[in-house]
């Protein structure tokens, strides 16, 4: 029972149910569709470009075009695909400009709380060793570019969680998603993992040893190195 006082009315909700639209089952197998989608983008398997159309996926996976439907919604929104006027929806391509500048938006952040070490939380300074453990343990066990893909940028967010504020960490969070494409792309064709985990543990130590000016200088090279490479392996050219 739900009573108002004042001059507000008078409302009773029993025998109703606020949540009767929801169903977990059909919410958790959209989740699963789009994990499946995102997986088979970032593995290599839809390439840039393709179609993805509603009713051969629906038929490969076995699920109702309504769910299709709206686990395309999920990667429309995270930038994975790209729906269009009369053309449905497609696997996103990378935009050079964006590439540029969520890099440059990601250097202020990342430069900025490597340069936090010395004052940040001890629990923040071992998110980023462990951050770094679990990515070298993936790339000796031979991950899926998916998995190391998100390992790699877990290590990036730890360095800006040395800031300690969870704003700035979500803000960072939405820049790396942005990247994950074109990351997935340039790691199929660069196969550098374990280059990127002796980088990052060298980057490690000299924070390790106080040189929080030769590691902020590492991070900078490191980024400037990554957005390079994106735009070479994918044969863009910045605007």
Do not use: C
């Amino acid at each position: 029972m739900i009573v108002t006082t004042g001059n507000a009315a008078r409302r009773s909700d029993v025998g109703t149910d606020p949540f009767g639209s929801l169903s977990f089952e059909h919410a958790s197998t959209v989740d699963r569709v789009a994990d499946e989608l995102r997986r088979a983008v970032f593995d290599g398997e839809l390439e840039p470009g393709t179609p993805l159309r509603e009713v051969a996926l629906a038929d490969s996976l076995g699920v109702a075009r309504s769910t299709i439907r709206e686990a395309l919604s999920l990667l429309v929104v995270e930038g994975i695909a790209l729906r269009e006027p009369n053309r449905g929806v497609q696997v996103a391509s990378p935009d050079p400009g964006s590439i540029r500048d969520v890099v440059r938006a990601r250097t202020v952040l990342e430069v900025a709380g490597i340069r936090s070490w010395n004052t940040a939380e001890e629990a923040a300074r071992d998110a980023v060793r462990q951050a770094l453990v679990d990515y070298t343990t993936a790339v000796r066990a031979g991950a899926t570019v998916h998995e190391l893909n998100a390992k790699h940028l877990a290590i990036h967010l730890t360095f800006v969680g040395l800031l300690g504020s969870p704003r700035l960490v979500a803000m960072a969070e939405s820049l790396s998603s942005e990247l994950k494409l074109a990351l997935a792309q340039t790691d199929r064709v660069r196969r550098n993992s374990h280059d990127q985990a002796g980088s990052h543990n060298h980057l490690l130590g000299l924070l390790e040893r106080g040189d929080v000016d030769g590691a902020a200088a590492e991070i900078q090279t490191h980024l400037a190195d990554a957005e390079a490479a994106i735009l070479a392996a994918l044969s863009l050219r910045p605007r």
